[in-house]
């Protein structure tokens, strides 16, 4: 916690310093306006899900990709299911993504496999933050979507669990959730 003693009030300010790779990181994640608890979000797992197209949730679940871009805005924060997408990747499109993140984050071993159809397991999402301020903390970042959701600590489930994905942000059926959770890795 921070503190403001400007005009002899003392006003606690809530941050999350942090870093949101997996992979070493020299850029420290700073997000100031926003009480982060992840003992809560631990506790509370409402079972939203978000699809993405491999080889990006592979590439989220394996801490390489830490931001998604979407058109929308969303409250949601705390943990956020991974859903692969049911259309496979081809070898050249997973090849072309692996090459503009070898720039982005530097030499990085990818995985090998990309499951679709299929939950892969959760993540925290900490925050969606409107493009422009993206920009400000980062100048060269790879998502060009409106929005952006910022993700850390991915969570792989041992095995994947293959269910049909939905637009936007969407809930978990009740038994699907139980399942993932008790196959987390």
């Known amino acids: 916690m921070k503190t403001d003693t400007s005009e002899g009030v003392v006003i606690m300010k809530p941050e999350f310093l942090g870093n949101l790779k ?33 080889p990006y949730a592979t590439l989220i679940m394996d801490g390489i990709k ?16 991974i859903h692969a997408g049911g259309k496979p990747p081809t070898l050249e499109f997973i090849s072309s993504v692996q090459i503009s993140y070898r720039h982005i984050i530097g030499d990085v071993e990818f995985p090998h496999n990309y499951p679709s159809g299929a939950l892969l397991g959760c993540v925290d999402l900490l925050d969606c933050i409107p493009q422009e301020e ?3 903390l980062y100048p060269n970042g790879e998502v060009a979507d409106p929005y952006v959701l910022v993700l850390a600590n991915p969570q792989l489930l041992r095995t994947p669990i293959p269910i049909q994905g939905k637009s936007k942000i969407f809930k978990l059926d009740g038994h699907v959730l139980q399942a993932a959770k008790k196959v987390l890795a």
């Open 134 to 136: 993206y920009l400000e």
């Open 66 to 81: 830490k931001f998604e871009g979407r058109s929308w805005y969303t409250a949601v924060r705390g943990r956020l299911w």
């Open 22 to 54: 997996k992979y070493n990181s020299s850029i420290p994640i700073l997000w100031s306006n926003r009480l982060q608890d992840p003992s809560l979000q631990e506790m509370v797992d409402a079972g939203n899900c978000l699809s993405c197209n491999q």
